[in-house]
Nanobody, 124 residues
Framework: QVQLLESGGGLVQAGGSLRLSCAAS????????MGWFRQAPGKEREFVAT????????SYTDSVQGRFTISRDNAKNTVYLQMNSLKPEDTAVYYC?????????????????WGQGTQVTVSS
């Protein structure tokens, strides 16, 4: 069982930056691919970014490409999402997810463990 705890959300003005963190329990963190998803009010949860267990492979949804960066520190059992040039449409609850395989995935069903989420609000 893997437990995930997100942090770093908050209120920021458009154009600003935030860095989300997701701390994971367990001894085999490096064998798990990790992902970030988000859910805006009234919308379905959507994929944001994913990273392989080694950290060498990443993928992003088109709307955040070039603005967000996913990274991980396997020594600290932590994955990060650096969010720059934030827009009001980035407002959502952001969820961290872990996948019991090292290869990254862009679909929700590919993930086995989920955090509780952290709110990100971008004001215009």
């Amino acid at each position: 069982q893997v437990q995930l705890l997100e942090s770093g959300g908050g209120l920021v003005q458009a154009g600003g930056s935030l860095r989300l963190s997701c701390a994971a329990s367990g001894r085999t963190f490096g064998s798990y691919a990790m992902g970030w998803f988000r859910q805006a009010p009234g919308k379905e949860r959507e994929f944001v970014a994913t990273i392989s267990g080694s950290g060498r492979i990443t993928s992003y949804t088109d709307s955040v490409q070039g603005r967000f960066t996913i990274s991980r520190d396997n020594a600290k059992n932590t994955v990060y999402l650096q969010m720059n040039s934030l827009k009001p449409e980035d407002t959502a609850v952001y969820y961290c997810a872990a996948r019991r395989y090292g290869s990254p995935a862009v679909y929700e069903s590919g993930y086995d463990y989920w955090g509780q989420g952290t709110q990100v609000t971008v004001s215009s």
